[in-house]
């Protein structure tokens, strides 16, 4: 194993148009380009969980005014991705948020960054397929030949899976998260365009981005506006290309337009999508969708696919195979700079001598992921609710903290070290507006307190954070103070002489 040197590198570098170039860094260099930096943003944003998973509780809120509410929440998406991109060109890094805030905020503030983001990325994957198998479990009971199945074979078996492509190396990595990325936002966008052109009860209409189309009565003001809000985190994983700067070719370039071009991508075909759930279960029927048993996607598959609805099911399977693998690129890669500052142990840092990879960081999020995928559901009785505990609570909170941070960050350091490129736009209205937004997501969301056990949620965030503080307290009281001067690195960049093939 080989430990990483430190490089520094220089928030005034420019990418030279017509030349490329790559990182100076132990990991795998050039690996990386444009499409897998974009796809590695569009699996971790999951487009058939955050399609399929939480249909039932948007219209629950805002009936059929849901896909209205989605189209709102893209576009306050959108000026939030504009803002992480301003840090991305400034400051490429495999610390990501750790580092945007270590530099603009300071080593602590940048720690606690870094802390607080383990109740983000680093949690998905063993919930997630916890709840994939409780979905292949209700789905393949009612055919004999595959009664026997249980949802905890699907965490023993992707578990490894995800972990193992981890080991292997981030081309790998990239390859597989291109191909099931690929098929499962097609499907996706398949069965929102089937559901528009086979409609259910009420027919086809346009009137689903209306204020004033409300069959039912399901929808509510506050309760649109609360979908808004879970919209907004619904999208959340359009920032995964930027822990992995350091293996992207052109990172000054590549990492921030992935972002933006992320964003537009999936928030489109998620706006069909809802749409085309809405439209295609009917929305004279939309009462039952919020009782339904079974997943609601599911149920308009089987209508307007027969006995090709299995697809939808792929679907499902690919997007938590994707979802997992690329937040655990995010997980170890922000890990791995940690531990390369020296905030964490330096176990953390070791970099395999051939593949390039941060194997002992992948070790760490395999044991995480097996710890929540089992443990979990046996603690709050089931992979549905640790999964809303966890994933739709939990990580809420921790990704507001993290984006906020970003946020204030990309204020204080055009204002103070980069004055003569502030934009008011920019790098105020769009940063302050957004923190705003998430703001009162986090009031729409816990106020009142959600029931038994998601009332907890606060409570848990709150003791993490509290951890975190205390940590720096001691490491400052320790005189362990050496990380302090590095945690704001940035990477060194050269040209690339080698003419890397990046995916």
Known sequence: MATNTTNRGSTGFVESSGKDYVAVTNLQPGAVGLAGAVMQNVTHIAPAIAAFFFTQTLVSFAGAQAPLAYMIGLIIVVPLGVCLMGLA???????????????TLGPAMGFLTGWVFVLYSPVVAGPSLAVLGQILQDELSVFPAFAWFRWYYAVIVGIPLVAW???????????????????????????????????????????????SFNPGGLATTSGFFIVVVLTVQGLTGWEAAVPLAEETENPRRNVPRSILASILIIGGMLVIAQWGQVIGWGTDDLANLKTSAEVPGLVVAHRVWGGAWWLTLIAMITSVLGASLACQNVATRMWYSMGRAGVLPAFFAQVHPTRKTPSNAVTAQLILSVVLGFGGPWLLGGPWPFF?????????????FVYIAANVGLVVYFWTKARDRFSFIKHFIFPVGTSLVLLYSIYAAFVPLPAAPNNWTPLVAAIWLGIGVAIIVWKKVTGDEAWLSKTAEVIGEREDTEHHKPL
Request: proline share 4%.
């Open 165 to 211: 492509a981890g080991y292997t190396g981030i081309s790998f990595s990239i390859k597989w998260i291109v191909a099931v990325g690929l098929a499962e936002f097609l499907i996706v966008l398949a069965l929102g365009l089937t559901g528009l052109v086979d409609p259910g009860p009420g027919g086809f209409t346009f009137a689903t981005f209306s204020t």
């Open 388 to 400: 809303i505990f966890l994933i739709a609570f939990v990580l809420v909170l921790g990704v507001i």
């Open 89 to 103: 060109r400034e400051c490429p890094s495999a610390g990501g948020y750790f580092t945007y805030v270590s530099r």
